[in-house]
Structure formats: C-alpha cells, structure tokens
T-cell receptor, first 110, second 114 residues
C-alpha cells in the first residue's frame, strides 16, 4: 500500500534555515510534490521532483532520493510569511492521483 | 486566466439533507479530485475522475457521490448529510503526466452539518 509521513510541527526563527523531511512508501512512483497552505486558504504548489537530486527555486529547494523513499523541503532566509502548513505528496502513476501527508505546521518566530 | 472555482464557499445544512458542492475548472484538465481536510488528518481523497464519465472512489467515499458529465465540472453530493461530514472540502484538477502537471486547488468550501 501507500504511506507517507512528515513531522507534525516545526518552529524556526526569522532569517534561519529549516528542513522539512518526508518519507514515503509506494509500489508505483511518478513524482514528489510539495505544497504550501496558509491557514484558511487552499494549498498552493511549491515544487516537483521526479529524479533524484536537488531542485532549487529561489529561497525554496526540494530534494528527492527514490531509493530511500525520502524527500525534504529546504527553506532559506525564513520570513514571517513562511509560517504555514507544508504538505508532502507523491503521485503513484502518470494518471495523476496524489497521496498527501498530514502536513507540517511551520511557525516562524521574529 | 484559467482557474478552478468552488461554490458555495460556506454552507450550513441540517442532518439528513442532500447537499451538492460545485467545482468548475477552466484549465481543460482531465483529472479532477475532491478532498476533505480535517485537523489531524490532512487531505483525504473522497472521489476522483480521470475524464468524462469516469469516476473512482477514494479513501473516504462513504456517503458521497460524484458524476462527470463534462470536462469542466465535478459536483460532489452528500446523499444524507451527517455531522461527521462537517469539514473543509477542496476540489483540485490536474493533467496527466510528469513535470508541469501539478494539481491546482479551488478555494475550498467550509461545510457545517448541524
């Protein structure tokens, strides 16, 4: 079956770097996604990895190791507006269904 | 600009009533999904569709139904609303394939069953 796990909560201070980990188990794999969700809003797409390695997009980077079933989201130069829930999800096949983790609530303190 | 919209944004209904939540997308995506989000559970898949006339059950489909008569719409019906169905409902759409096929989410519908 499919399983995905990420920490429930994390805290960090403004200007710092934080790494949010995600582990998954699946028989089929077609990509790992990270979404950001602010309280009361819809999830918005942050990053996509399908091959091993690091994808960098501004202050956000995402890493994937398919052999380990592991990904992380790295947020640099944290800002107060980065306080949000971060959702890890994998796609089991090209058809498109996503399997979501429960989300990591990140709180950034001044 | 293409978008995905849900209506209503907020709904209060009584136990036992039938309720339909609308989802409309102008991305021309084949895939459409309905999720519910509750504290401690994250996003859980209710039903999904990979194209017109195609519907599939997700992990929490009991008490819900969908139909896909065109590409743009996937309405979600609660046959007989129960208090356990009080939740925030998100509709999403995506295309098949790899890079650039992330799911786009609607703004959500907050449903309260009293």
């Amino acid at each position: 079956g499919q399983n995905i796990d990420q920490p429930t909560e994390m805290t960090a201070t403004e200007g710092a770097i934080v790494q949010i980990n995600c582990t998954y188990q699946t028989s089929g794999f077609n990509g790992l996604f990270w979404y950001q969700q602010h309280a009361g809003e819809a999830p918005t797409f942050l990053s996509y990895n399908v091959l091993d390695g690091l994808e960098e997009k501004g202050r956000f980077s995402s890493f994937l190791s398919r052999s380990k079933g592991y990904s992380y989201l790295l947020l640099k130069e944290l800002q107060m507006k980065d306080s949000a829930s971060y959702l890890c999800a994998f796609r089991g096949s090209t058809l498109g269904r996503l399997y979501f983790g429960r989300g990591t609530q990140l709180t950034v303190w001044p | 600009d293409a978008e995905i919209t849900q209506s209503p944004r907020h709904k209060i209904t009584e136990t036992g009533r039938q309720v339909t939540l609308a989802c409309h997308q102008t991305w021309n995506h084949n895939n459409m999904f309905w999720y519910r989000q509750d504290l401690g559970h994250g996003l859980r898949l209710i039903h999904y569709s990979y194209g017109v006339q195609d519907t599939n059950k997700g992990e929490v489909s009991d008490g819900y139904s969908v139909s896909r008569s065109n590409t743009e719409d996937l309405p979600l019906t609660l046959e007989s609303a129960a208090s356990s169905q009080t939740s925030v409902y998100f509709c999403a759409s995506s295309e098949f394939g790899g890079a650039g096929t992330e799911a786009f989410f609607g703004q959500g519908t907050r449903l309260t069953v009293v």
